[in-house]
């Protein structure tokens, strides 16, 4: 009999957890081939998400919890999930019933009767419910990072996949504190099915997602998966080399035919504003993969368990 395990990942989620595990018991029910573990990970919540967990766990013996001693963000509570687990095929879902339940039934079926899949994951097409500006960056962000990494990003893909023992096994060996998972998954290959379906409202409480905390992520995604930028300022660099020495040449000639008029002062400052704030910017990359480099060599922990209900 096959196990599965699905991680879901909870902050603050109180109000969710009830109505998440009413729907995924259903699910858990009607699969009566299989054998569940359903794996809560508290990552640091500040309300009642660890007692709502705990009176699952103590009437349901397929519920685990793992609680973490501060919020350690999804992308750790995913890799507890995934360090913990024990099922032959492992599932990642939000609690907020944005990742339909009763998709499980689907993903699992192709993943079973089909050898050559490791990977069954949903996607969506229709980014109808973001705001304008949210989707021109969440574009923006697709083709910046397929055009420098050559790891695939899926526009569109959630958290939300199935995954063989194999498969996890493959991420759990990548220990890298700065964690992009939506890169993570591709990295280790395998072949990856797609489902796509239209992304349901929140059920309960609240997103902790705001512009600036996706637009850091996207950032955290692109220093993650390619060193372009780096290039890129090089690149920018040798550009201005050879244009300032083609403006040297220019400038001496000029002086010499027709002597040297002091005028030459507003464009003078926009050329040294110009150049300064591109040493800035190129400075700033580079500072940004130190600070990730730093981060890496410190080799902390990715999280800190405070309690749990596995031996
Ligand atoms: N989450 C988490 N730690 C965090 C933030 C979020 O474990 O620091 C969980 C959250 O409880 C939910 C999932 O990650 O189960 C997705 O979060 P959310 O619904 O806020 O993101 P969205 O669906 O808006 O992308
Ligand atoms: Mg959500």
Redesign the pocket.
């Known amino acids: 009999m096959d196990k599965i395990s699905i991680i879901?990942?909870?902050?603050?989620?109180e109000a969710?957890i009830p109505l998440f595990y009413r729907e995924i018991s259903k699910i858990i029910n009607k699969m009566n081939q299989v054998k569940f573990e359903l794996v809560f990970?508290n990552?640091g919540s500040i309300d009642n998400t660890l007692k709502e967990i705990k009176v699952l766990a103590k009437s349901k013996k397929e519920v685990k919890y793992i609680s973490f001693s501060r919020?350690?963000?999804?992308e750790a509570?995913m890799m507890a999930g995934l360090d913990y687990v024990t099922g032959d095929f492992v599932a990642i879902m939000?609690?907020?019933l944005?990742d339909p339940p009763e998709k499980l039934e689907e993903m699992y079926r192709i993943i079973k009767n089909n050898d050559e899949i490791d990977c069954v994951g949903l996607k969506t097409n229709s980014h109808d419910d973001y705001g304008f500006i949210r989707k021109f960056f969440t574009n923006l962000f697709y083709k910046i990072i397929s055009k420098m990494s050559k790891t695939e990003m899926v526009p569109g893909a959630r958290d939300f996949r199935l995954m063989t023992r194999q498969m996890v096994d493959a991420i759990k060996s990548l220990r890298e504190y700065n964690r992009y998972s939506k890169g993570l998954f591709s990295f280790v290959g395998f072949n990856t099915k797609w489902l796509t379906y239209k992304i349901p409202e929140?059920k309960a409480?609240?997103?902790?997602?705001n512009f600036f905390k996706l637009f850091a992520y996207a950032i955290d995604g692109i220093l993650a998966f390619t060193t372009t930028p780096l290039t890129i300022a090089a690149f920018v660099g040798v550009i201005f080399c050879l244009f300032s020495v083609i403006a040297i040449i220019i400038i001496i000639i000029k002086t010499l035919i027709f002597g040297d008029p002091v005028d030459g002062w507003p464009s003078l400052v926009c050329i040294m504003f110009f150049l300064s704030g591109i040493q800035l910017f190129c400075t700033g990359i580079m500072g940004a993969y130190l600070s990730k480099t730093y981060t890496e060599v410190k080799k902390r922990p990715i999280y800190i368990i405070k309690e749990t209900n596995y031996k």
């Open positions: 879901v990942p909870c902050y603050n989620e969710a990970i990552d919020n350690f963000g999804k509570a939000d609690v907020d944005q929140r409480g609240e997103t902790t997602w």
